[in-house]
């Protein structure tokens, strides 16, 4: 399963570090930017340089949909199987809409991508998130408290006497992890709501966005979102 690969790259890399793969085309090297594959050629050699010092790839599906190149992916995800088959990818999408349409996203995802995990919003509830769990090899994280500071408009309100991030954090772990194929994601920029979800989760994986420009802190962050094993965290940068 993706969990299980995940727990296995974390002892082998003895990393937590994600290399989150937003190729912005403006900003590539000026060797690149005339080259008709310079997305596909500025993320694998992240990816070829890196790959020994991580848990995790994370494309961001954006950043290669806005510049019509999505067959550029297709073609990294390619490479990263074929060069680096026990680092998991985990294809940023964010994804969350119900029946038919989360179906086709969920194919979208793993079999034309081939990715190993995605990112989804929880917010239509079970059934948007159930036809990527019906992949059993596959991953999903699931938004909960996310490192973005208008996330505080919804996610800190009440609902039953807990915030909704906190509520999103018991569904995930309980009733709608039936296959155990779930995670969270937890900005590293409020390091006392990541503690408070690890505590509410145990060693299930959170993905932790944040760190660098948006000003999380890598000790805090650690110190609050790890498993007593050390590991259990997905820290992107």
């Excluded at 680092?87 to 989360?102: E, F, N, Q």
């Excluded at 690890?198 to 650690?222: F, K, N, T």
Aim: glycine letters at 10%.
């Amino acid at each position: 399963s993706f969990i299980d690969r995940l727990a296995r790259r974390w002892e082998q890399a003895g990393s937590l570090l994600c290399i989150g793969l937003d190729p912005d085309p403006a900003r590539l090297p000026a060797s690149l930017r005339d080259s008709p594959d310079a997305i596909y050629a500025f993320c694998r050699e992240i990816a070829d340089s890196t790959a020994d010092l991580v848990c995790a790839f994370k494309p961001q599906f954006a950043y290669f949909a806005s510049a019509r190149a999505e067959a550029q992916l297709e073609r990294l995800l390619a490479h990263l199987r074929e060069r680096h088959p026990d680092v998991p990818v985990i294809l940023d999408v964010k994804r969350g809409d119900i029946g038919a349409t989360a179906e086709h996203y969920a194919r979208e995802a793993f079999e034309r991508y081939g990715a190993d995990a995605v990112t989804l919003s929880p917010y239509m509830g079970r059934d948007s998130i159930e036809p990527f769990l019906a992949y059993a090899d596959r991953g999903a994280f699931l938004l909960c408290r996310t490192s973005n500071a208008g996330g505080a408009d919804l996610q800190m309100l009440d609902v039953g006497g807990e915030p909704l991030y906190q509520r999103v954090a018991r569904l995930a772990c309980g009733d709608w992890n039936r296959g155990g194929q779930l995670g969270l994601v937890v900005g590293a920029t409020y390091p006392a709501e990541l503690a408070a979800v690890r505590a509410l989760v145990g060693d299930m994986p959170l993905l932790v966005p944040g760190i660098g420009a948006q000003g999380g802190d890598i000790a805090a962050s650690v110190s609050a979102g790890q498993t007593p094993a050390g590991a259990g965290m997905v820290i992107n940068s």
